[in-house]
């Protein structure tokens, strides 16, 4: 008896060592015993033994024992008449991936059938019976397999399938019986003899198929259990629930139960909430106890007998949401069972999207037509409508707005350019056609917190017409598009359901608090260009912003034209009265980002554009912009003249082109009047008794000449330029404003700033990495092109992950060069990293080893990047 092992509520073997030899199930079994919950009795018979059951003799004698055990715990005995005691033999490997039948209701005999009746009532008990027989002959198919007697084994197959024809049926008593009594000669002669007998005949028989089984590593545990069944009496019932709502992470139990199951056919069963109290009660202690045990949410399987609770089984689940864990794990952290430490490393970052953004409700897509495919650009799912141009997405958005009717759009289109951003502020979401995690479509999805499905198989034919994968779709049709982080996106046609996000809701807020105690000097940032976003970061935990990119501010329509004036302008002249238009604005944005900041710093990049990018890319456009002109008072030009004006401005190689610092040394006025306009947004809120804390950022640097030039300005051949450290004290005399601290910087964006460095230091006071233009300009790979040509080059192996993502090495490399020459100048020199990489967790990593002070990414990865940084820290 030394391989058998008693257990139930609180008796189990204290030496955890031999539960080894229990099985999965065996262990489960204990480690239930062990919480003083109301389980049900058993024993085991360990693996060490399970295979030579077979040479037992005195086996009765042992099963006697330990059955007794059991009986005096359910009060009823194995083999009576009256009241008869049933039990089931679980099969427990060790491995999860082998598994058998458990086998019910042994204990049925002809003595014990009618007692049984009297509880169950006869249809069910009869079925139960054949229930009974079913599992026997399961074992003997499989030994017959096993020892390749083929004939045989397929007889019993087909026994098995004719019996279990009969039991789906919805019969009676009479039919299931006369099943019973055919089936008596297949079965050994004393199978319904007696109650022992039985048990007896069906160990050995499982013992025999578990030592021939090569499957089987010998690891393969027993577990006799008693049955017991909702439907013995009045006071009984069984279900299932779980732990807590497996969505929300509502501390509520969730699941089901059914009284007077007298038949095998399922229904769908009541609330749980619905059960009698006390009952109720009793399992929601049971949930506290599981789920502070397994630090998590758990389903667990009950049966009531006569008024009694017994539990079946336990067991994780495969899908619950991310909102569950955090809210389940905040809960267990409030009550301190577990660490914070235990806390924050239960999720991988990037887990975080799922209660950042809308989630689909898997439950509503099942009858749906899918389309797979594509990039995720910005992961989340959306619906909407599709429209295949900015300009039709805007007129449907204005016009369902008016109209009081459904505004949700989706633009779909070959690529997206900046006057696109219109269309994606509005839109829930961009489908494009080329494109990849770094493509406009992406960066700006991102930067709204819209959902972005690129690279995807896409063709258009006419302007109102798209092939989807092979679906022909109209503009106007409505889809659900769903971008996991994980995963491949998918396209549903139609709607879906969705679960919205709600930080304060969802348990995200009071997460990253906890989070932020262990982030403390490595810092993460936002990029934002938006009052919103900037709020939105601040709640999210960011400590300041590390990229405002400006030229973002001029994409609203309202704007566009105006700065598109700006660039068609001749000279200074008319290029400082357009500007005069543009610094009204910029400075209400500034004023805006300071306050919603509260005094934290505000990277502000000067700007930086490709000047094409802005230019009118249609006809529409042209039209739009020439009515423009016309009310504008400034300068009138033909259609003919903004089109020589555009030709003249466009460029081979317009990435490498007339952008960044390099506009400033042409036009000086344009950083001139940035500058005006940020420090009077400044001096003003200083005035009202704010903090303000600017950075002023000054954009492809390729060497320390630019920075000189653009910060202290220069002389030469009677030309003067106008440096800003000078436009900032002239904004400040005019105003008669004292002083604010403020610090002038630079991106690190070419391989040849980052070599230089260390000259570069003495005039930049911080650096920023921008690691989209370093990784472009490293590797020489196009940003907005590269996605055509990578699947070839990740099918052969000749690039490992997406530079534009994850940092490739020679990327880092210049970054530790530039912060290694940049710090020997400058000793506290700020460092930070502002590209999409700074999200990140792997590059997150890096940047805190080499030595850099914070990444700056967008604001719905914030809450992302602080975990990285907390898992660093711990
Ligand atoms: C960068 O190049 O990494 C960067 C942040 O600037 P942008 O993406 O605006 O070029
Ligand atoms: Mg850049």
């Not at 389980?39 to 693996?47: E, N, S």
Request: aromatic fraction near 10%; glycine fraction near 6%; charged fraction near 30%.
């Amino acid at each position: 008896t030394k391989n058998m092992h008693f257990f139930s509520r609180n008796k189990y073997v204290k030496n955890r060592e031999t539960w080894e030899t229990f099985g999965l199930r065996g262990k489960q079994a204990m480690e239930f015993a062990a919480l003083d919950l109301p389980i049900l009795p058993g024993f085991i018979i360990d693996a060490s033994v399970t295979a030579h059951l077979d040479h037992q003799d005195d086996m009765k004698r042992y099963l006697k024992n330990y059955i007794g055990k059991c009986e005096s715990d359910t009060g009823k005995r194995f083999g009576d008449k009256e009241n008869p005691l049933l039990v089931k033999v679980v099969i427990s490997p060790n491995l999860a991936i082998v598994s058998y039948p458990t086998l019910h209701n042994f204990g049925l005999t002809d003595d014990t059938i009618p007692g049984f009746n009297q509880f169950v009532g006869e249809d069910f008990g009869y079925h139960e019976v054949l229930f009974l027989i079913k599992g026997y002959l399961q074992v003997e198919e499989k030994i017959a397999q096993l020892e390749e007697r083929q004939k045989d084994a397929e007889k019993i197959t087909s026994l098995i399938e004719n019996l279990q024809k009969g039991m789906e049926k919805n019969d009676k008593a009479e039919k299931f019986k006369s099943l019973m009594e055919e089936y008596r000669r297949y079965l050994p002669e004393d199978f319904f003899s007696d109650a022992y007998t039985q048990l007896e005949i069906v160990l050995k028989s499982i013992s025999k198929m578990l030592a021939i089984d090569e499957l089987d590593d010998e690891d393969a545990a027993l577990i006799v259990q008693p049955m017991v069944y909702g439907n013995y009496g009045k006071n009984s019932a069984s279900g299932e629930f779980f732990t807590r709502n497996i969505v929300t992470g509502d501390k509520k139990l969730e699941g089901w139960f059914e009284q007077n199951r007298f038949n095998s056919i399922e229904s769908e069963g009541k609330e749980i909430a619905k059960i009698e109290k006390p009952i109720f009660a009793e399992l929601e202690k049971v949930a506290g106890i599981v789920e502070d045990h397994f630090k998590e949410i758990r389903s667990i399987r009950f049966t009531v007998e006569n008024g009694k609770v017994w539990l079946i089984d336990q067991r994780p689940l495969m899908s619950k949401s991310v909102q569950a864990d955090v809210k389940t794990l905040l809960d267990l952290y409030a009550r301190k069972i577990i660490s914070r430490e235990e806390l924050i490393t239960a999720f991988k970052p990037d887990q975080l999207n799922e209660i950042l953004h809308p989630v689909i409700d898997v439950k509503s897509t099942k009858s749906m037509e899918r389309i797979d495919g594509g990039i995720a650009g910005a992961p989340g799912a959306a619906i909407g409508r599709i429209y295949f141009s900015t300009e039709t997405l805007l007129d449907a958005y204005k016009s369902a707005q008016q109209k009081g009717e459904d505004t949700r759009l989706i633009l779909c289109m070959p690529a997206t350019f900046a006057e696109d951003v219109k269309a994606i502020e509005v839109s829930t979401g961009v489908l494009s056609a080329e494109g990849g995690y770094s493509a406009h479509a992406s960066v700006v999805a991102r930067q709204y917190g819209k959902v972005s499905l690129v690279n995807f198989d896409l063709k258009f034919r006419g302007k109102k017409k798209a092939q989807i994968g092979k679906v022909d779709l109209n503009e106007g049709d409505l889809v659900t598009l769903n971008v996991p982080h994980y995963g491949e996106p998918t396209i549903f046609l139609g709607e879906a359901q969705l679960i919205e996000p709600d930080p304060k809701q969802s348990g995200l807020l009071d997460f990253i608090d906890v989070v932020k105690k262990d982030v403390a000097a490595f810092h993460v940032r936002v990029n934002a260009d938006k009052p919103r976003d900037a709020e939105l970061a601040r709640t999210f935990g960011a400590e300041g912003i590390g990229l405002c990119r400006t030229e973002h501010m001029f994409f609203q329509e309202e704007r566009i034209n105006v700065f598109r004036e700006m660039i068609m302008s001749d000279n200074r002249e008319e290029r400082l009265k357009v500007l005069k238009k543009l610094k009204k604005m910029q400075q209400s944005d500034f004023y805006q980002i300071f306050k919603a900041m509260e005094g934290k710093e505000v990277t502000i990049r000067l700007l930086d554009a490709p000047l094409h990018e802005f230019l009118p890319h249609n006809d529409e456009q042209m039209k739009a912009f020439l009515d423009y002109l016309k009310t504008s008072g400034g300068k009138s030009m033909s259609q003919r003249e903004v089109r020589e004006r555009c030709d003249a401005l466009a460029e081979f190689n317009p990435m490498l082109g007339h952008r960044g610092c390099r506009i400033a040394v042409s036009y000086p006025e344009i950083y001139e009047m940035q500058m005006e306009a940020i420090f009077e947004a400044a001096y003003k809120l200083i005035s009202e008794g704010k903090k303000v804390a600017p950075e002023i950022m000054i954009p492809l640097i390729m060497n320390h000449n630019e920075l000189k030039l653009i910060i202290y300005g220069k002389k030469i051949e009677g030309n003067t330029y106008r440096g800003l450290a000078q436009v900032e004290e002239q904004v400040r005399e005019r105003l008669g404003a004292k002083p604010v601290d403020y610090k002038f910087g630079t991106m690190i964006e070419l391989p040849v700033a980052a070599l230089g460095a260390g000259e570069i230091a003495r005039y930049a006071q911080f650096f920023s990495f921008g690691t989209n233009d370093l990784t472009q300009t490293t590797i020489g790979l196009s940003r907005d092109d590269y996605t055509s040509f990578m699947p070839d080059y990740t099918l052969f192996d000749i690039l490992s992950g997406n530079p534009f993502q994850i940092l490739d090495e020679h990327v880092k490399e210049l970054i530790s060069i530039a912060v290694r020459r940049g710090t020997l100048t400058r000793p506290g020199l700020t460092k930070g990293l502002c590209g999409e990489h700074g999200a990140v967790p792997s590059n997150i990593a890096f940047c805190m080893d080499a030595g850099l002070d914070y990444v700056s990414c967008s604001v719905y990865s914030v809450p992302i990047a602080l975990l990285a940084v907390a898992q660093q820290n711990i």
